[in-house]
């Protein structure tokens, strides 16, 4: 019982500062075009802090053994195409099925991983929380960034692929050669070098290089990096509350990627982790932090690419209300079987 407690008093402040956001845009203080001035910032200076000194601290060396990194990445990529499958289902539109898939899988490590890690397991599960999620925070971006691209890229592909068609019966296929080089084509590989270029990928790039390269950073840096890490979270939230609308038509889709958040990604790990015979308290850590809500960075990242700010909201409100009950019955669970 007292997990669930404890995990209903972790989401609730999150709650209040989406409620203030919404209450700045109800009373006129920021508007639509502030919320987009907020996400842009997020995602070009907050968010890759946040995740550049995430990475620069994180011990790898610590990591238990290749078993564990094959729990922690098998568990995301069997759940990517489990989502993939749902979503064929759950979304009638092809081009808004990568948002449903990134927003299933894109989990809140990085906050509410750690504090339900350090909760639950003190600070060796501390620990644990940081290696995992610089593990998964990683590859959540990946997928979920190249997941939310995958129809534009098709996109392009099949607009080149007929340009080219055209071409070749326009010139009787004399310059075929030629016609593959269209604009579709030039603009579907800048697409592909905007992504690898991004602020995010880059200070994920970047993080990771420094670490295995043992750079010693100045503590001045380390203090930058945490002051403006820290400032993500807020204004992410805040941007969330100024965007949500209540009244949408979306809930069935938000509902079914808070079910698979929530509930079939802790499971799959857990079978998974059972699978590759790992360590009780790796598993207990590991399922713990497949268990948190749909991340805050999901919103930033999707808003950022195009999609609908309310979607990304509300899978977020879903996944964050509903974590407030299942991981505590989850925890309560690995209890109960010795895993922690």
């Given at each position: 019982?007292?997990?669930?407690?404890?995990?209903?008093?972790?989401?609730?402040?999150i709650?209040?500062?989406?409620a203030?956001?919404?209450i700045?845009?109800?009373?006129?203080?920021i508007?639509?075009?502030?919320?987009?001035?907020?996400?842009?910032?997020?995602?070009?200076?907050f968010l890759?802090a946040?995740?550049?000194?995430s990475?620069?601290?994180?011990?790898?060396?610590?990591?238990q053994s290749?078993?564990?990194?094959?729990?922690v990445?098998?568990?995301?990529?069997?759940?990517?195409?489990?989502?993939?499958?749902?979503?064929c289902?759950?979304v009638s539109?092809?081009?808004?099925r990568g948002?449903f898939?990134s927003?299933?899988?894109?989990?809140n490590?990085?906050?509410?991983g750690?504090?339900?890690g350090?909760?639950l397991y003190?600070?060796?599960g501390?620990?644990?929380?940081?290696i995992?999620?610089?593990?998964?925070?990683p590859?959540h971006?990946?997928?979920?960034?190249?997941?939310?691209?995958?129809?534009?890229?098709?996109?392009f592909?099949?607009?080149?692929?007929?340009?080219?068609?055209?071409?070749q019966?326009?010139?009787?296929?004399?310059?075929s050669?030629r016609g593959?080089?269209?604009?579709?084509?030039i603009?579907?590989?800048?697409s592909?070098?905007?992504f690898?270029?991004?602020?995010?990928?880059?200070?994920?790039?970047?993080?990771i290089l420094l670490n295995?390269?043992?750079?010693?950073?100045?503590?001045?840096a380390?203090?930058l990096?945490?002051i403006l890490?820290?400032?993500?979270?807020?204004?992410s939230?805040i941007?969330?509350?100024?965007?949500?609308?209540?009244?949408i038509?979306?809930w069935?889709?938000?509902?079914?990627?808070?079910?698979?958040k929530?509930?079939?990604?802790?499971?799959?790990?857990?079978l998974?982790?059972?699978?590759?015979?790992?360590e009780?308290a790796?598993?207990?850590s590991?399922?713990?932090?497949?268990?948190?809500p749909?991340a805050?960075s999901?919103?930033?990242?999707?808003?950022?690419?195009?999609?609908e700010a309310s979607?990304?909201?509300?899978?977020?409100?879903?996944?964050?209300?509903?974590s407030?009950?299942?991981?505590?019955i989850?925890?309560?669970?690995?209890k109960?079987?010795g895993y922690?």
């Open positions: 019982m007292e997990y669930i407690v404890y995990s209903v008093k972790s989401v609730s402040p709650f209040l500062i989406i203030i956001g919404t700045l845009r109800k009373v006129g203080l508007d639509k075009i502030f919320s987009e001035k907020i996400t842009r910032l997020v995602f070009n200076i890759p946040l995740l550049l000194k990475l620069i601290l994180v011990d790898f060396q610590k990591t290749f078993r564990m990194i094959l729990t990445w098998g568990t995301l990529f069997a759940c990517f195409f489990i989502s993939r499958g749902f979503s289902l759950v539109r092809r081009q808004s948002f898939v927003g299933a899988i894109w989990g490590v990085a906050i509410m750690y504090a339900l350090e909760a003190g600070l060796e501390l620990a644990r929380a940081a995992f999620s610089a593990l998964v925070m590859v971006i990946f997928i979920g960034y190249l997941s939310m691209n995958s129809y534009a890229s098709l996109r592909v099949s607009n080149s692929g007929s340009e080219h068609t055209q071409t019966q326009s010139v009787n296929g004399s310059n050669a593959m080089l269209t604009v579709s084509r603009k579907y590989f800048a592909k070098l905007s690898i270029a991004n602020p995010v990928t880059m200070s994920i790039a970047l993080g295995l390269l043992q750079f010693k950073i100045p503590d001045l380390l203090t990096l945490d890490g820290e400032m993500s979270l807020p204004l939230l941007a969330i509350g100024g965007s949500l609308q209540f009244r038509a979306n069935g889709e938000s509902l079914f990627a808070a079910v698979i929530l509930i079939v990604m802790p499971a799959a790990a857990f998974i982790a059972r699978v590759m015979q790992l009780r790796w598993t207990a590991i399922v713990i932090g497949f268990s948190c749909t805050i999901f919103f930033v990242i999707s808003r950022s690419l195009g999609h979607r990304a909201a509300a899978i977020i409100t879903a996944s964050t209300v509903g407030a009950f299942s991981a505590g989850i925890a309560t669970l690995l109960l079987w922690a």
